[in-house]
């Protein structure tokens, strides 16, 4: 099912795995089993104000305070705003820079003009229940992510694209609109840098990449279920002695080359 009225506080009262929960799989059983929600973040509110200030900007208020986080002032700022996001004046800025850029950019601008931000999916995955929160999907069915980043240069992007397994993240979202009945052909990332002059770059991510994130959902989703089944939950460890290697680079490092005289 497909959604596109959802809040995001009603989509976060439904039942159902996510990726945030799902990737702890990815460290091992036990970090999935006694995962946490993560404490609100100033990284976390910029996140959320730079989507809905590109994506949806009729979603919610942005105010900004100035003073002290702390005291009655404080809290009585938060009371008056509880339904808004409390920003500093310099995440205001940034947030307002970045919206202006995607804005600017030819790519970025056409892809985001015509179809639905912030759709809620509700699907499957090998009989266990999925819910997802989708940031744009085009008219044709198209995913658009959206990404801020410190380096959005492609060499460091691509790293940074593996190491937070985002490859696992679009792969398990085109998931939940082909099984919505959505082809879901293309899936684009729009990364923005956090900093000025706040540069977007448009990445179009290869069916591999794609693929490779696809395994990596069904691995956790089959290991989730044999967990559930041994009622185990192993560590990092699997229960085993590991042993330690040193990565390749550090063997020689810094070390003068071995040379030896040898009897013929």
């Not at 970090?31 to 990284?43: E, G, L, N, Q, T």
């Not at 639905?116 to 992510?145: H, M, N, Q, Y």
Request: hydrophobic share 40%; proline share 5%.
């Amino acid at each position: 099912m497909l959604d596109y009225n959802l809040t995001f506080d009603e989509y976060l009262a439904l039942p159902g795995e996510h990726f945030s929960s799902i990737k702890e799989m990815h460290r091992s059983p036990a970090h999935y089993r006694s995962r946490v929600r993560p404490a609100d973040s100033d990284a976390l509110r910029t996140g959320r104000a730079l989507h809905a200030a590109i994506l949806d900007p009729a979603s919610i208020k942005i105010v900004e305070y100035a003073g002290v986080r702390r005291g009655k002032e404080w809290n009585a700022f938060q009371q008056d705003h509880a339904d808004e996001l409390i920003l500093t004046p310099k995440q205001a800025v940034d947030v307002r820079g970045m919206r202006a850029s995607v804005h600017a950019h030819r790519h970025a601008s056409r892809l985001l003009r015509n179809g639905r931000p912030e759709v809620t999916a509700r699907f499957e995955v090998d009989g266990v229940p999925f819910k997802a929160r989708l940031d744009f999907v085009c008219t044709d069915s198209d995913l658009i992510e959206v990404k801020s980043t410190r380096d959005n240069h492609p060499q460091q992007f691509e790293r940074e694209f593996a190491r937070r397994l985002y490859h696992a993240q679009v792969a398990l979202y085109r998931m939940a609109l082909q099984a919505n009945g959505l082809p879901c052909r293309k899936v684009y990332s729009i990364a923005i840098c956090k900093t000025p002059p706040f540069e977007v770059v448009v990445y179009d991510i290869s069916e591999e990449t794609i693929e490779t994130g696809a395994r990596w959902v069904r691995d956790w989703v089959a290991r989730l279920k044999e967990c559930e089944r041994a009622r185990a939950w192993p560590g990092i460890d699997n229960g085993n002695i590991l042993t330690l290697r040193i990565p390749d680079w550090a063997i020689s490092d810094g070390l003068p080359d071995i040379e030896g005289d040898y009897d013929e």
